[in-house]
């Protein structure tokens, strides 16, 4: 649901280490600070259908509760990224500028692949395991009004017992 929306980007501070073209860009001790980082959940009316003998109010909380599931757990993404959690770059080249520019783009790529990693390996599976293995499973897909009911009352608790269990902080 909301992997694909972990947006961010670096404020690297150039520095040259002894070759005079040769750049280093990225987070570290004496380079930049952390990049911004903001996590979010959108909704796609385009890729949302329902048969149309199934629409209910019923069926539009319990779509409305996989929202704010979503919401809860981007909320969380910030207290959870790994350290590394930035882009580093170091290149050389015939000119000043060049290497600044080259090392920028390799910095670049490189915050962009752990940012892919964190998306498929920890957030998607969890974002899966709590809206698909509990929350929808649980209700039948909202098909069962009293766990719907049970869900709509605790989910927050449900969420963070899930997310702790998978070593997230939530506090």
């Known amino acids: ?3 694909d929306m972990l947006a961010g980007r670096t404020i690297p501070r150039v520095t040259a280490n ?22 979010f959940v959108a909704f796609d009316a385009n ?28 909320t969380k993404v910030a207290l959870n990224l790994p350290a590394d959690m930035t882009g580093n770059g170091v290149a050389n080249a015939a000119t000043r500028q060049q290497a600044q520019k080259d090392a920028a783009d390799v910095a670049i790529k490189d915050f962009h ?31 069962i009004p009293e766990q719907q009911a049970k869900w709509a009352r605790e989910w927050q608790a449900y969420v963070d017992d899930e997310l702790q269990k998978q070593g997230w902080k939530v506090r």
């Open 18 to 39: 002894r070759a005079p073209r040769s750049i280093v860009y990225g987070d570290g001790p004496n380079n930049a600070s952390a990049p911004p980082l903001n996590a």
């Open 113 to 143: 692949k752990k940012r892919k990693a964190f998306i498929d390996n920890v957030w998607e599976p969890i974002d899966k395991r709590v809206q698909k293995g509990c929350y929808d499973d649980e209700t039948e897909h909202g098909t």
């Open 47 to 74: 890729k949302s259908w329902v048969l149309v003998h199934a629409q209910d109010a019923a069926l539009l909380e319990h779509e409305r509760l996989h929202l704010r599931i979503g919401e809860y757990i981007a």
């Open 1 to 3: 649901m909301a992997a």
